[in-house]
């Protein structure tokens, strides 16, 4: 069964940073592309960062462009998005998923609560 | 950017009625389009990929199609499982965008 388990949310303050972590299980993690994607509160999805299978290629919207990054541990299965230089439109759901054939999204994990406060 | 235009924003039906949903997308998007499902309180979940591949699970009720930049979703005899907001998305290039969502409930 495919499992994804983020961590690392909060309550963090403007202009702060914090990273977000993704345990992935159930497949073989350094096959896929992966990818982050954020629901602000009562909003719709918004795309945050994307990064290929060998972690040798990373891509981003304007509006989180030069403060994330995407990385990936392919030896711990594991998805991070270091978020710097925070802002109140950050505030969301932040999903981690998987990305399947070109270029949609087969499983998400439960989503973590980042507040920029 | 690529924008998708998702109609209507809100829709209420009744059970075993037949639901559409429609997203028009700015520019020619070829069949890079899915859709997801989300329910109350849960992450979304893919439905239909490659604007007319359903994804693994999903019941055959769920069908898409498309016609020139409009893409649409049909459930063909809608259920009470079925409630919750529905987003298209396209692929065709970056930045990868959503449509607004349609919130769909029981009448």
């Known amino acids: 069964e495919v499992q994804l388990v983020e961590s690392g949310g909060g309550l963090v303050q403007p202009g702060r940073s914090l990273k977000l972590s993704c345990v992935a299980s159930?497949?073989?993690?350094?096959?896929?592309?992966m990818t982050w994607i954020r629901q602000a509160p009562g909003k719709g999805l918004e795309w945050v960062a994307s990064?290929?299978?060998?972690?040798?290629?990373?891509y981003y919207p304007d509006s989180v462009k030069g403060r994330f990054t995407i990385s990936r541990d392919n030896a711990k299965s594991t998805l991070y998005l270091q978020m710097n230089s925070l802002r109140s439109e950050d505030t969301a759901t932040y999903y981690c998923?998987?990305?399947?054939?070109?270029?949609?999204?087969?499983?998400w994990g439960q989503g973590v609560m980042v507040t920029v406060s | 950017d690529i924008q998708m235009t998702q109609s209507p924003a809100s829709l209420s039906a009744s059970l075993e009625e037949i639901v559409t949903i429609t997203c028009q997308a700015s520019?020619?998007?070829?069949?890079?389009l899915a859709w997801y499902q989300q329910k109350p309180g849960k992450s979304p979940q893919l439905l239909i990929y490659?604007?007319?591949s359903l994804a693994d699970g999903v019941p055959s009720r769920f069908s898409g199609s498309r016609s020139g930049t409009q893409y649409s979703l049909k459930i063909s005899r809608l259920q009470v499982e079925d409630i919750g907001i529905y987003y298209c998305?396209?692929?065709?290039?970056?930045?990868?965008?959503f449509g607004g969502g349609t919130k769909l409930e029981l009448k």
């Open positions: 998923t998987r990305v399947k054939g070109y270029i949609h999204f087969d499983y």
């Open positions: 159930g497949f073989t993690f350094n096959n896929y592309w």
């Open positions: 990064i290929t299978n060998t972690g040798g290629s990373t």
């Open positions: 520019q020619n998007i070829g069949n890079w």
């Open positions: 490659g604007t007319t």
């Open positions: 998305q396209q692929a065709s290039s970056t930045p990868w965008t």
